[in-house]
Structures are given as C-alpha cells and as structure tokens.
C-alpha cells in the first residue's frame, strides 16, 4: 500500500455547502495514470423486486469498505449508486484493490448469493474516447467528505465494464474481504405524509449553461436550498429495532474467518446492547448515543452528483406533483433527463470503521428500487 490516493484525495478542493458540486472550478482532473474501480449487481431490479433491497445495497457498500479497509485509509474518492459503486486510485494501489475487488465480488457470490460485476478501468481509456474524470470533495459533516464527479468518464468505465471489458473475475469460493466496519442496523425510514423519491437528472441536448440553474430549481422544489435541509433522516437520526433486519447479513460481512454460528450468536448480543444504548440515549464511556445518532443525520449521502444530480428526497403529493411539472417541462424542452422512483420508505447501508469516531458513513437508497430503477426509467 502506498499513499499516493490518500495524499491526492486530501488536495482536493472542499465546497462549503452542497450547491459547490455545480461550480466547474472546484473540480480537479484525476492523474492520468489513476484508475476507476466500478462494480454493480447483475439483475439488481429483479432481486429488488424480489424483496432483496437491503442485499443489493450491501453488495453496493462492499466495495467501498473493502477499498478502505485494505488501503487502511478512508481518503479515498468514491461515489455509491445503489446496486454498485465507483472509486478512483493511484496506479501503485492497483494489487491491492484488485484483489479487494476480486474478493469483494466473491463474497457477494457466496455470501449474499449476487453476482456483482467489477472492473478496472484507466482513466487514460476514457480520456482517450473523448470523456474526463474530475472530482471534487463535498462536506457532508465536520467529519467526513463525499466526492462529486463530472466529465461522463465514471459513466463511461460502467458502460465499458458492463460490455465485459477490464474485468476483474472473482476470487475463488471462500476468499473474503476485510468488511469491518459494513452494517444495517437500521430500519427503514418512512416518512409521517408522504414518499420517498429517488432522483436523477443530467443535461439535455439542448441544456446549455442552463443544467446549474435547472439544478438549483430542483433542490429548492425539494427542499434542499438549504444546508443540511431535505434530508429524509431525522435530524436526531434514524431508528431501529432489535433485532436489525440486517443482522444476518452484517454476521456475513464480518465473520472473517470464523464460524458464521458464533458471529451470529455475538451479534445477537452486541446489537441488543447497542439497541438499548441508542434507543435510550445512554452514554457509555467516550460513545454518546445522541451525538452519534445525530451524526448517523450528519453523515448521510442522500445527494450526490456524477455528471447530474442523484437526491433521494421525501415529499408529500403536493410537492411531488410540482416536482414532475418541472421535470417534465425541461424534458420536453430537451433541457434534461430525468429519472424518478417513488417508493414507501428508504434504507441505509453504513459503515462505521468506530463508533466513537464521527468518521462513520451512511449509504441511503429507495427501498423500492432507488437509483438503480430511477436510472432505468431514465432510459425509458
């Protein structure tokens, strides 16, 4: 391992608020040289539609807490879309995340019984096809950065990954990433009136220079217009029950090497005690369960931005119906696309590397088909 991502990652600009993700000049080009590790899940909206959401989403998280943990480093430039993920790293980390990757890609196959397809693609590839790759840092909390992503390159490696190309095969059976850190304990989030909607818009042909202010509109019609505002996350954080829903699955992900029984039988103690803890906001020693509960808030991607919005927003019928007029009247006027999922509740997928760190992160999808429907439809 070497610290080229991290030190690269750690030079980016930071835009103070989210509306920094529609300002081309915080964006940096990625080394020439870097890579793009993508993956996503073969048949994601028939597993959804089978019930397999909070599978689906794992799968998609994986990724990104094997990178971390086998880089040992969470500067690491990464987006998650739902049933998949794109990271960027330097060429002297290329083993490491391949065989992250391979054995990512094997524990969905074992354990979750997915195929998750994965690729690693050079950014010169891209570039060469006339696309780019330039990102940018966006503060979610004091603790943490998310990354935001223009140029059609990331678009670009799923497209070519999709087609076969740069694959990374899966490790053989039984090999298995370091997945510390990945959970689901919480249920889901369903709002007091109203829907859940996950969305996505790009540029039309005939946007323009008009795509920010387009995307400026849409988070006012969601309630994004201000900072920390919008989120279907409680402020004071998500609730759960014991016990998670996602307990067999996080006993999967961090076994290691031991008996999936034990690790079951240990979960089933640890996330009582944790249950009890957060439930009645108890502190014990450095971990105080509001603060992180406020931080679990804090810390959720439920906007994002690869070469468009993706906001996976909660609204009642009147601000729904608005929301279709607008987006429609720019399709029509071929301003932009857009893709839509409406759906009754939403799900998180985290990883929390410590829970007396506020470094913890908090993957928020639709539970009804999320990002990965919303992008079909926008093909439709």
Same mark, same amino acid.
């Given at each position: 391992?070497?610290?080229?991502?991290?030190?690269?990652? %750690?030079?980016?600009?930071?835009?103070?608020?989210?509306?920094?993700?529609?300002?081309?000049?915080?964006?940096?080009?990625?080394?020439?040289?870097?890579?793009?590790?993508?993956?996503?899940?073969?048949?994601?909206?028939?597993?959804?539609?089978?019930? %397999?959401?909070?599978?689906?989403?794992?799968?998609?998280?994986?990724?990104?807490?094997?990178?971390?943990?086998?880089?040992?480093?969470?500067?690491?430039?990464?987006?998650?879309?739902?049933?998949?993920?794109?990271?960027?790293?330097?060429?002297?980390?290329?083993?490491?995340?391949?065989?992250?990757?391979? #054995?990512?890609?094997?524990?969905?196959?074992?354990?979750?019984?997915? !195929?998750?397809?994965?690729?690693?693609?050079?950014?010169?590839?891209?570039?060469?096809?006339?696309?780019?790759?330039?990102?940018?840092?966006?503060?979610?909390?004091?603790?943490?950065?998310?990354?935001?992503?223009?140029?059609?390159?990331?678009?670009?490696?799923?497209?070519?990954?999709?087609?076969?190309?740069?694959?990374?095969?899966?490790?053989?059976?039984?090999?298995?990433?370091?997945?510390?850190?990945?959970?689901?304990?919480?249920?889901?989030?369903?709002?007091?009136?109203?829907?859940?909607?996950?969305? /996505?818009?790009?540029?039309? !042909?005939?946007?323009?220079?008009?795509?920010?202010?387009?995307?400026?509109?849409?988070?006012?019609?969601?309630?994004?217009?201000?900072?920390?505002?919008?989120?279907?996350?409680?402020?004071?954080?998500?609730?759960?029950?014991?016990?998670?829903?996602?307990?067999?699955? !996080?006993?999967?992900?961090? #076994?290691?090497?031991?008996?999936?029984?034990?690790?079951?039988?240990?979960?089933?103690?640890?996330?009582?005690?944790?249950?009890?803890?957060?439930?009645?906001?108890?502190?014990?020693?450095?971990?105080?369960?509001? *603060? @992180?509960?406020?931080?679990?808030?804090?810390?959720?991607?439920? %906007?994002?931005?690869?070469?468009?919005?993706?906001?996976?927003?909660?609204?009642?019928?009147?601000?729904?119906?608005?929301?279709? !007029?607008?987006?429609?009247?720019?399709?029509?006027?071929? #301003?932009?696309?857009?893709?839509?999922?409406?759906?009754?509740?939403? /799900?998180?997928?985290?990883?929390?590397?410590?829970?007396?760190?506020?470094?913890?992160? *908090?993957?928020?999808?639709?539970?009804?088909?999320? @990002?990965?429907?919303?992008?079909?439809?926008?093909?439709?």
């Amino acid at each position: 391992m070497t610290p080229d991502t991290a030190i690269f990652t %750690r030079s980016l600009p930071v835009g103070g608020e989210f509306r920094a993700v529609l300002d081309g000049d915080l964006y940096r080009p990625a080394p020439d040289d870097w890579l793009i590790a993508v993956s996503d899940v073969v048949g994601s909206r028939k597993a959804i539609a089978a019930g %397999r959401y909070k599978a689906v989403n794992m799968a998609g998280v994986a990724l990104i807490s094997a990178l971390m943990n086998a880089l040992e480093t969470q500067q690491l430039p990464y987006i998650f879309g739902g049933d998949g993920a794109a990271i960027i790293c330097s060429p002297a980390d290329r083993d490491v995340v391949a065989d992250a990757m391979a #054995r990512t890609a094997a524990w969905v196959r074992d354990d979750l019984g997915l !195929e998750l397809r994965a690729a690693l693609v050079p950014v010169s590839v891209v570039r060469a096809e006339g696309y780019d790759v330039q990102v940018q840092a966006t503060r979610v909390s004091e603790a943490v950065n998310n990354y935001a992503f223009r140029g059609g390159g990331l678009s670009r490696a799923e497209a070519l990954m999709k087609k076969g190309e740069y694959a990374v095969a899966p490790a053989p059976p039984g090999s298995r990433p370091d997945l510390t850190g990945l959970s689901c304990r919480w249920s889901p989030i369903k709002p007091d009136d109203g829907k859940i909607v996950s969305i /996505i818009i790009e540029p039309g !042909e005939a946007a323009g220079d008009s795509f920010p202010a387009m995307a400026e509109t849409l988070l006012n019609l969601v309630g994004m217009q201000m900072a920390g505002g919008g989120s279907p996350v409680p402020k004071q954080g998500p609730s759960g029950r014991w016990p998670p829903e996602g307990l067999e699955m !996080e006993a999967r992900a961090t #076994r290691g090497e031991g008996s999936l029984a034990l690790r079951r039988i240990a979960l089933y103690v640890w996330t009582l005690f944790a249950w009890i803890i957060l439930t009645f906001g108890l502190n014990v020693g450095s971990f105080n369960a509001r *603060h @992180y509960r406020e931080f679990t808030s804090l810390n959720t991607d439920y %906007r994002k931005f690869q070469d468009g919005l993706r906001v996976t927003a909660s609204l009642g019928e009147t601000e729904l119906a608005r929301l279709n !007029e607008f987006l429609e009247g720019e399709r029509v006027a071929k #301003r932009l696309r857009y893709g839509l999922c409406v759906q009754d509740s939403a /799900i998180l997928t985290c990883y929390v590397p410590s829970a007396t760190s506020d470094s913890h992160f *908090h993957f928020l999808d639709g539970a009804g088909g999320g @990002y990965a429907q919303a992008a079909e439809n926008m093909k439709s």
